[in-house]
């Protein structure tokens, strides 16, 4: 009975632990044939991570450039008390007494609007 001998423990036993300390990211590059070895997997990825930043200042910069013209004032709160005295001049009493204390010219009526003299509509943009 000593020179009995199983083979059946071979196939429960454990696989042998991958010592492989790569992330799965670094498995995809060499998986894919980007790189062969392991310095090879870091200079890809450093590229990657530079391209990714590159990108990102692209995109962060373009959204937050100013835009190439200034809001128009039809876009912005007027405030009656503080229009100048040489425009208070151009509008008509009744016109200028009907006008909210804070407006935007683009809520006026268009009736307003056509009692307002022309330049003064053109500055205002409406």
Known sequence: MENLQFDEELQYARPAFNSDNRS???NLVIKSHLAKDNAGEQKVLVVVL????FATGIVLWSNGAPSASPPSLSSQLIIKSEI???VKSEIPPDVFNSLPAEFYPKDLSQS???QLPSALR???GV
């Open 84 to 86: 100048p005295d040489s």
């Open 24 to 26: 799965w990211l670094a």
């Open 112 to 114: 307003t609007l056509e």
């Open 122 to 124: 053109q500055q205002l």
């Open 50 to 53: 530079g391209l990714a930043v």
